[in-house]
């Protein structure tokens, strides 16, 4: 089938579909100055089955930074609440963000297109419903290297930059971005009508969600189907916070408002890939407490799910909700231990392989090693003796490597191939702060997108070598360590 023109793009809002009090419709609120394209995906366009030549186009400019309304676009702010730093907030919602509907491909998979940065809506609080360049640059990157590295998250179609002043710390330009996903529902999406007593609400948006993105389930009869779907919820949960953890990523605000019911990563604030690896990492500087450091996410994501399960207790008996959230550790453990395993090389269910890695990471963390780059090199290097330099306590490693060396030869696994394995899970490149930054300053400083491009590009298969682009997969300059990161957005 030929590719979509901008003009022919199917699209509807089914999620308008629903009846009132999931959502507010409201116009999305175009910038005041000329909006420019900064970065156009083409990955996601293949996706949407688009036409990449579509991002010359005026049109699509005025599109997605809410000039023009396509055909079919009906756009709304969702209403949710959510758990903030383990405090209930009665009301939040897009209160910078709409969702303009969704558009089918020909495989018959649907997507989400939501502006972000588009303006007030009923839900913005005290805020300017817009987002910065500098924030959105960040979700924008970080977004397309979540699913380089094959990890489940939102997309962005586009981003779009403005000359208009958006005030924060200081003044700093104004963007749009096009997230796309299949769903943009959250845990709160359930959590704001369970508080409000909307029990009903929560069947009907429970049901337009499993008919949507949970087809399987869709036949089977109440409470079943409910319970069924939040063991689905459950799994994924606890199959995206392991490979997080695996890869080394901190969320930063995993508020339960940024808790995707698809198992998606969401909303990019604060967010941070380990460096030196520091189990305690936190990398927002707004969580004073550690509430959300790196080695707090696997059991944030139970507490979350607990707060999602508690808002679904109108659908099922407590007792099967409560049995239901105890698959989650399993879950977790079961599939952290087998992406470790891989990124050693070891096989998939290997019980000493747990052993092993504890032994690594703590031994990474007396040596503040490098979390990518010791992983990367031990899944490259021919002789992994020349990482003893590395390390504090040189014997110990050498023990270690004893026993991992035995482990291997007891799995007797061909060489060449275990490597081939090992680089294609272990990745040569993560988005680091100190790169996002440069991408930040080029771009608002002048309007030189170029390492945005160089940076996407390197990002969408950080697995492979990109001999060009080897400075970003070196270990960080000195002044690295002075980016700051802020919930401010
Ligand atoms: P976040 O911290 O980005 O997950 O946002 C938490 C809540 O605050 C959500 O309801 C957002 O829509 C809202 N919010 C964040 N920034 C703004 C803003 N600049 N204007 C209006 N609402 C905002
Ligand atoms: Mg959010």
Known sequence: MPLYHLEQLPFSNSFATLPDGFYSRVAPTPFASTPELIHFNSAVAELLHLDPSCRHQRLFIDAFSARTALPGFDPLAMLYAGHQFGHYVAQLGDGRA?????????????????????????????????????????????????????????????????????????????????????????????????????????????????????????????????????AAVVKRTAHLVAQWQAVGFAHGVLNTDN????????????????????????????????????????????????????????????????????????????????????????????????????????????????????????AGATDPASLRDGFIERERFDRWLHDYHTRLRALGRDPAQRRAAMLAVNPKYILRNYMAQIAIEKAQDEHDYSTIEDLFRVLQRPFDEHPDMQDYAEAPPDWAGGVQVSCSS
């Open 259 to 378: 808790m995707s019911i698809l198992g998606l990563t969401l909303d990019y604030g604060p967010y941070g890939f380990m460096e030196s690896y520091d189990p305690g990492f936190i990398c927002n500087h707004s969580d004073y407490h550690g509430r959300y450091a790196f080695d707090q996410q696997p059991q944030i994501g139970l507490w979350n799910l607990s707060c999602l399960a508690q808002a679904l207790l109108p659908l099922m008996e407590v007792e099967a909700a409560k049995a239901t959230l105890e698959t989650y550790q399993d879950e977790f453990n079961r599939h952290y231990q087998k992406l470790m395993a891989a990124k050693l090389g070891l096989g998939e269910e290997d019980q000493h392989g747990a052993q092993l890695v504890h032994e690594l990471l703590a031994q990474m963390q007396q040596s503040a090693s490098d979390y990518t780059r010791m992983f990367r090199s031990l």
């Open 98 to 230: 709409v969702l303009l509907g969704e558009t089918t491909n020909p495989r018959g998979e649907r997507w989400e297109l939501q502006l972000k940065g588009s303006g007030l809506t009923p839900y913005s609080r005290d805020g300017d419903g817009r987002a910065v360049l500098r924030s959105s640059i960040r979700e924008y990157l970080c977004s397309e290297a979540m699913h380089g590295l094959g990890i489940p998250t939102t997309r962005a179609l586009c981003l779009i930059g403005s000359e208009d002043e958006v005030y924060r710390e200081r003044i700093e330009p104004g963007a749009m971005l096009t997230r796309v996903a299949p769903s943009h529902v959250r845990f709160g999406s359930f959590e704001v009508l369970f508080y409000r007593e909307r029990h009903e609400a929560i069947a009907v948006l429970a049901d337009y969600v499993i008919g949507h993105h949970y087809p399987d389930l869709a036949q089977l009869p109440s409470p079943r189907r409910y319970v069924e779907w939040l």
